[in-house]
């Protein structure tokens, strides 16, 4: 079973910094290989997607995408040797305000998905709060 831990969330004021880790662990699961992506979901609010990473192998690089909402402001990167991704978040505004999940899938490939049924392992979620 796919384990994965967010960790990193916090109360911070608009225009400043957090990052996001998300640690996995599991039998016999290679990290590098899965599509990992970042969701959050607002109080009142549907889950919605921030951020994905995946691998494909034609490339022999990974490929991101992003919610309008959050383009140049969020990077999502991985550190493979860890089993580690990250959600690098600038330029914080209130309106990102919400709990933050790790997803994953044993999927590599260059579609990224962006629903919540793309995934098959979330995380516990870690709480972000934004102050004006």
């Known amino acids: 079973q796919v384990q994965l831990v967010e960790s990193g969330g916090g109360l911070v004021q608009a225009g400043d910094s957090l990052r996001l880790s998300c640690a996995a662990s599991g039998p016999t699961w290679t990290f590098s290989t899965y599509a990992m992506g970042w969701f959050r979901q607002a109080p009142g609010k549907e889950r919605e997607f921030v951020a994905a990473?995946?691998?494909?192998?034609?490339?022999?690089?990974?490929?991101?995408k992003y919610a309008d909402s959050v383009k140049s402001r969020f990077t999502i990167s991985r550190d493979n040797a860890k089993n580690t991704v990250y959600l690098q978040m600038n330029s914080l505004k209130p309106d990102d305000t919400a709990v933050y999940y790790c997803?994953?899938?044993?999927?590599?490939?260059?579609?990224?998905?962006?629903?919540?049924?793309?995934?098959?392992?979330w995380g516990q979620g870690t709480q972000v709060t934004v102050s004006s």
């Open positions: 990473s995946n691998f494909v192998s034609t490339w022999n690089a990974y490929r991101t």
């Open positions: 997803a994953a899938r044993p999927q590599s490939g260059p579609y990224i998905g962006r629903g919540p049924n793309d995934y098959d392992y």
